[in-house]
């Protein structure tokens, strides 16, 4: 691989492989920590850790683990490295630790991870397993600063905590919500598909090799057109 | 050039109704119960309307402008929309939620769908039920010509066991609390009656839903007087006519705006004895606005000769 499509590996994860926009995955933290902006910062940063350790570990890894147990193994993986970011930010930061709560342990069962496992960490080498750990993670905090912005701003009238004079008293308590954090969820991904179209690169549609489940799915004598009908993705 | 040989494809028949034309019927028809809200609820209803007609107007513009679309404003619907809106709105509301509410209704549900006709729910509903749940509970407080229930409305007095001396003059005039354009049942009928004989709607939602209504809750209360408060107490009328039959959201056939009728006023008596909302008439038809693919689904008419399914 030349250095182009190195950068490629990291940046693709940006926007037209972004995680959250466009891969439809992790969309459990995506609705639940976005409603400051230092929840989703944290919440980011801690799922980049952990995405770009494992992604090493398993990409290391890849030629040992047997192919029929290998979730399981992935999932003993990310889980020890999870359960290294909770201790340390209990440790160090328990202001944060407090505030992610819950969401912190279930980094484990992030769809985002187990997915790039799957299909990036588990077929190719260290390096560059580590630079889509890198781009996969930074994707994934882009979409939530994003959400978390227009959800802080407009929902709290705070921006990182702090007040803002005018929109303080204007608040759209809605948006911190559930409901309201599904509507910004939807607005942004149409945003992002559009910009994905300006650009020239309709959105990727995705084959069963992208897809995690594909194993099972072929198991169960699912077809590539069976699942191309069901849109979106799984968590 | 000559035109005599001009030949298109069908259909032929040529009609001057166009969007424009209905839009303007219904803002006729929604005037009576505007002038009679302004009325009872005074002079800040004709702020609100302002506000909320005006940021419709205005998002609409800059919408249509951000994503390159022929400018729709010419038509009048999101003026209808912004004066629909404001119609359910109390008159005391504070601005700012009006003009979130109007833009949230004219970019969220109807442009970033696709405009006008390609929305999937009643903009003005939605945007209302997006302000109920966005801003809590409407402002309530006293208005100039109502004073004997000069703050809750008939239906949280009815909520909470009372009972109020209703009169069924005020019910019919609506002096009563309320949004500003819900309580003039009378006026929102001579709209309804208007719309119905320019062949703007039709007659079948808006009877059976109100109808619904009014048998559902004798059902439950068994007492007539009661069951009529109940009907003209909240936003039935104004629901039933004139956001029950946007075409765009709801059924085609008639029997389909009937089966839209009859479960509306079923959903809303469920939501207000049950529900945890005083009122349910915009939930009711939003939900409907949802099922109606499907209505139109089953209510479709097979051609003659068609294949039989």
Redesign the interface.
């Known amino acids: 691989m030349d250095k182009n499509s190195k950068l490629s590996v990291v940046t693709k994860g940006f926007l037209k492989e972004n995680p959250v926009f466009v891969l439809v995955l992790g969309t459990c933290p995506t609705i639940a920590v976005t409603t400051g902006l230092v929840g989703a910062v944290s919440m980011g940063l801690a799922a980049t850790a952990v995405l770009i350790c494992s992604n090493l570990v398993i990409s290391l890894l890849r030629n040992i683990i047997p192919d029929k147990v290998r979730i399981p193994c992935f999932i003993v993986i990310i889980a020890g490295f999870v359960t290294l970011v909770q201790m340390l930010m209990h440790a160090y930061l328990p202001d944060l630790y407090e505030l992610l709560g819950i969401y912190l342990a279930l980094i484990t069962v992030n769809c985002i991870i187990l997915g790039r496992a799957e299909m990036f960490a588990s077929k190719n080498r260290p390096l560059d397993s580590v630079l889509d750990g890198l781009g996969m993670g930074l994707g994934f905090t882009i979409a939530l600063i994003c959400m978390a912005l227009i959800r802080e701003v407009f929902g709290k009238g705070q921006i990182w905590g702090v007040d803002i004079p005018f929109l303080k008293d204007h608040t759209i308590g809605f948006l911190t919500k559930s409901p309201g954090g599904f509507l910004v969820f939807g607005l942004l991904i149409a945003l992002s598909t559009v910009i994905a179209a300006k650009q020239g690169k309709p959105a990727p549609k995705l084959g069963c090799a992208q897809c995690p489940q594909a194993g099972i799915c072929r198991s169960a004598g699912v077809t590539d057109d069976d699942c191309a009908k069901t849109e979106g993705g799984n968590d | 050039m000559n035109k005599q040989l001009h030949i298109s494809v069908s259909p032929h028949i040529y009609s001057k109704t166009n969007t424009q034309k209905i839009m303007l019927d219904v803002i006729i028809a929604l005037l009576p119960a505007t002038a009679v809200g302004t009325w009872i609820f005074g002079l800040r209803s004709l702020a609100v309307i302002a506000v909320s007609v005006c940021c419709a107007v205005i998002s609409e513009f800059l919408f249509d402008l951000a994503v390159k679309k022929p400018n729709t404003i010419s038509d009048l619907s999101a003026v209808v929309t912004g004066l629909l809106l404001a119609l359910t709105l109390p008159a005391n509301i504070p601005l700012?939620q009006v003009g979130?509410g109007a833009v949230f209704s004219i970019v969220?549900i109807k442009g970033?769908f696709g405009g006008i006709g390609q929305n999937f729910a009643n903009p003005a509903i939605t945007g209302r039920i997006?302000m109920l749940?966005?801003?809590?509970e409407m402002a309530k407080g006293a208005f100039p010509r109502v004073d004997t229930v000069s703050s809750a409305t008939p239906l949280a007095v009815l909520e909470e066991g009372g009972k109020a001396g209703f009169d069924l003059v005020d019910m019919l005039i609506g002096t009563h609390g309320g949004a500003i354009g819900e309580t003039a049942t009378l006026a929102l009928v001579a709209g309804g009656i208007y719309l119905i004989a320019r062949k703007v709607i039709m007659f079948h939602t808006p009877v059976c839903f109100i109808a619904t209504v009014f048998l559902f809750t004798l059902i439950l209360t068994g007492d007539p007087y009661t069951a009529l408060l109940y009907t003209m107490g909240g936003g039935v009328f104004i629901g039933a006519i004139f956001m029950a039959t946007d075409y765009a959201t709801t059924p085609v056939m008639p029997l389909g705006k009937v089966i839209f009728g009859v479960l509306a006023g079923i959903i809303t008596v469920l939501i207000r004895f049950y529900g945890s909302y005083p009122e349910g008439v915009s939930f009711a038809i939003l939900l409907l606005n949802i099922l109606t693919p499907y209505i139109d689904r089953w209510t479709a008419k097979k051609p003659f000769g068609g294949d039989v399914k």
């Open positions: 700012w979130v969220i970033v997006f749940i966005a801003f809590g």
